[in-house]
């Protein structure tokens, strides 16, 4: 008896065996997806205005498309799983808030005998 990830392992590999049939069917290749990402990290834009006073259209110069670039970053991401991982290690977040002390003197206003006030302490958030 399959387990529920042996079946959930057979079900995506059947599915992406799918997808690249009906991607070789309408001539989709590796090639040319990574091309229209690499061409989306490079896109620009032009805008168009039409100007009443003239009634002719005028064009601004060639404009980043920030949007185009960002949706083709993410595609980049995902087709070469570069991905940070979602779960970060335990010992990296601390389970407890952290207590900061601080003390602060003034070294202008100190004799030789005298004592520095006490810490000042409060949690960092």
Not at 74 to 85: E, G, S
Request: with cysteine; net charge positive.
């Amino acid at each position: 008896m399959k387990t529920d990830e042996e079946i959930g392992a057979e079900a995506a590999r059947l599915a992406h065996k799918k997808v690249l049939q009906e991607a070789k069917c309408v001539r989709l290749t590796t090639k040319k997806v990574l091309k229209r990402i690499e061409e989306g990290l490079n896109a620009y834009e032009t805008k168009v205005f039409y100007d009443r006073r003239t009634g002719k259209c005028i064009y601004s110069k060639k404009l980043i498309n920030y949007t185009a670039r960002a949706k083709s970053i993410d595609q980049a991401i995902v087709v070469l799983n570069m991905a940070p991982k979602e779960d970060l290690p335990e010992d990296i977040i601390p389970a407890q808030p952290v207590q900061v002390i601080i003390q602060v003197v003034d070294a202008s206003n100190q004799s030789a005998g005298e004592q520095a006030p006490g810490p000042v302490s409060g949690n960092a958030e």
